[in-house]
């Protein structure tokens, strides 16, 4: 887990992808990528239906659906109604019932250390997204500083692919860009830097960077570069 | 000390809630004259209470309110978006890695301690979440008290005048502001850190598990 990988090829992976199966081969090269045990993104609705993919092993999804153990997996208490992402040596598992969870999720092969990003989606929709790895806690708190932030923005793209599959949903806001959004990326593309753009569309660098960050997320991009480029290929902006 | 808790944490601090709820509606309404709604039990609640956001809070040795503000993130109903969209420019700020405060608050008892602390929260929170940027609504009057905190934000946008002035602006990430803000405010980074670890570390039991 030295250095940062280029998770970039994996969101186009995502952004194409048009089916749950999909999205699992995506979680798969994600994993492969990031050179961790497992990720998991998991939704949990109101009524207690349960969706999602993953690559923990098949006997241990089985088991857990049998068990109902969403019912007391101190990750899911510890992360709904929740929006900050949680490492789980931070949640409680001092109980009984917790500790003989964990024993057996260990057994079947989940990793000791683990991040989950608890997403609030539209109308009381929840769903978290988790990475596991086996590890000590010096190698975890590294991996997870170098890539939070990457993990929070990949765990919000993988919801909302995931809320484009149901069926009848309205988009919750549209990822066409802004007219102000358009200029200031189709000035980048061209190679102004921060304090050009800023002065060529008349507002404060500070603004810029709030137009970048929301075309950004729209986008589904980690970085800015890589949000030109994903405009520029779906010709939201023309150079 | 600072606690933070979500909105479903807050029957666990019943006389913490009620004086914070009790000193909004003296700040916003009496204070202030501002357009809110108090209820029947002379609290001031809006329908961004109701999202289960995350508050910050100042208690006084005594239990009750000194300070406090509301965190939710951008990704959901934010106030920046639904009522001041329009002095961001016509495009909302949405970002898992930006989350909206509103609501400072300061109870008329509160110490000068309390409202550094509280913006050092935002810092906290910034800092341990991995966000990039704060994003807040304010008046006038709090442009000065932010200077005072050692926490000055880049101004996005304005309307109205004098004290009814609005604006809508943004507290990027970062340690030097962090460090600033808790030298004026007396309180160190360790105590700050402690405080914020003492919310969102509730085991360490895993660790112990692996080790037995």
Known sequence: MDGK????PILEELDAASALEELEQVTRTLRDTLAIDHIVYHWVDSAGDQYGCTTYPQPWVDRYLLQNYHRIDP????CFQRFHP???KRLDWSGKVARAFLKDAMEHGIGNQGYSIPIRGPNG???LFTVNHTCDDTVWSDFTSTYSRDLILIAHYFNRKALEFEA???PEFSRTLSPREVDAMTLLALGYNR???????SISEHTLRVYIESARFKLGALNTTHAIATAMSRGLIVV | MLRYLYADELYQFPKLARSMFLDRADQFKTRLGWDVQINETGEERDRYDDLNPLYVIWEEPDGTHGGSMRFLPTTGPVMINDVFGHLT???PICSPLIWEVTRFCLSRRASSVVAGAIMLSGGEVMDGFGLTHIAGVFDDRMIRIYRLIGASPEILGSEGEGRNRVYVGLWPYSSADCERVAARAGVSRDLSRMWFNAAFAKGGQLRKLRSA
Do not use: M, P, T
């Not at chain 1, 990988?5 to 970039?8: A, G």
């Open chain 1, 5 to 8: 990988v280029n998770l970039e």
């Open chain 1, 75 to 78: 990750v899911i208490l510890g």
């Open chain 1, 86 to 88: 949680v490492d789980w």
């Open chain 1, 125 to 127: 929709q929840f769903a």
């Open chain 1, 168 to 170: 009848n949903r309205q």
């Open chain 1, 195 to 201: 304090a050009q753009v800023a002065h060529s569309l």
């Open chain 2, 89 to 91: 420019g016509g495009s």
